[in-house]
């Protein structure tokens, strides 16, 4: 029996109505699922944790990543979403936190943005290379590769080959450093080391004439000390005058700090006479001349003193007490202001 043509194109035009229904439905289906997916909150074990994602990784490689670092998400569903929104080429390697109730569209969101955990590791003007070791070795969030190095070893690392007998003393610019979580204590120390060398070669360039350094490390070595004598800042360029003034002259520096610096860990908090007595390659009371090494990490205050000093005659200066300083040019005003503020108290 020959079929209706007629009959024939409506069965076939129903079945294919049908077929095209039912792609639609499930594409629906799909999509609504997805978007479920891509906005449920995720179970994190631990509730909250970091994640790491390498640099130049591809999409694929960040879904392996996020989940090997214990953030569950989809990787068929994570790359679909991923490229559907088109932010494939912008995912960015960091280190990332998240904490359970996180949905895979956040995750992704986060990931695009670079809105990395940075850490922080802040040293502070006037520390000992020693303190900046300390600290930097209880960080938690380093990667400690310098543990067990000697300081020369740790110079050597950095490649700081100027630095007198491996000592990195006066070569770390205090600053505070962000970094991603495990990275090396090495690239801390590195950063650091650079930002100083840009700052002092920054004051030696802007220096005032006749100065009496020959090289920029003297002048490091000097901005130590004066980090060191004072903590108020518009007396520095006064201090670092008198300084500068003392070494043109032929005197001694006398300055306490760097006597300390050259007893140790036999410093117990006080400098007593015999201490000033004692002669240590530090000790400005013995010796003359700038100590070998600077004795402490300066700012760029102290930097900037030591290069642009006070013009001034003055040879001595005395604590008021409060923190500041009174100058004096000869040794009768100076014993008369001791009087006044030392053996007066």
């Not at 020959?2 to 229904?21: D, E, I, W, Y």
């Not at 850490?119 to 209880?138: Q, S």
């Amino acid at each position: 029996m020959q079929s209706n043509p007629a009959t024939f194109r409506m069965t076939l035009f129903k079945k294919c109505f049908v077929a095209g229904a039912i792609v639609v439905v499930l594409a629906a289906a799909a999509i609504a699922g997805g978007y479920h997916w891509a906005n449920s909150p995720l179970e994190l074990t631990p509730a909250q944790l970091d994640v790491t994602v390498k640099p130049h990784s591809s999409l694929r490689s960040v879904t392996l990543q996020l989940n090997r670092g214990g953030v569950p998400v989809e990787p068929e569903l994570f790359v679909i979403m991923t490229r559907l929104l088109g932010l494939q080429s912008e995912l960015k390697s960091g280190n990332y936190e998240f904490k359970t109730g996180v949905t895979p569209y956040e995750v992704l969101q986060k990931i695009a943005r670079g809105d990395v955990n940075e850490y922080v590791a802040t040293i502070i003007e006037g520390w000992t290379f020693k303190r900046m070791r300390a600290e930097l070795d209880a960080n938690p969030a380093l990667k400690h590769d310098t543990i067990g190095m000697s300081d020369s070893d740790l110079m050597n690392a950095i490649n700081a080959p100027e630095a007198p007998i491996g000592n990195g003393e006066g070569l770390f610019f205090p600053d505070t450093y962000l970094f991603d979580k495990n990275t090396s204590d090495l690239d801390v120390y590195r950063r650091a080391y650079r930002l100083m060398r840009l700052r002092l070669d920054e004051a030696w360039t802007a220096r005032a004439p006749n100065l009496p350094y020959k090289t920029p490390y003297d002048a490091l070595t000097m901005a130590s000390i004066i980090e060191k004598e004072t903590g108020k800042k518009s007396d520095r360029p006064m201090v670092a005058a008198v300084f500068a003034n003392r070494l043109r002259v032929g005197m001694p520096l006398q300055t306490d700090p760097t006597v300390i610096y050259g007893m140790g860990d036999g410093y117990t908090g006080h400098i007593r006479k015999k201490d000033l007595q004692t002669d240590t390659p530090y000790n400005t009371y013995t010796r003359m001349g700038l100590p070998p090494t600077p004795i402490s990490l300066p700012g760029v205050a102290s930097l900037q003193a030591a290069l642009n000093p006070a013009q001034t005659t003055a040879l001595y200066f005395v604590s008021r007490g409060d923190g500041s300083s009174i100058f004096s040019d000869t040794l009768g005003d100076h014993n008369k202001a001791v009087d006044k503020y030392i053996r007066g108290q």
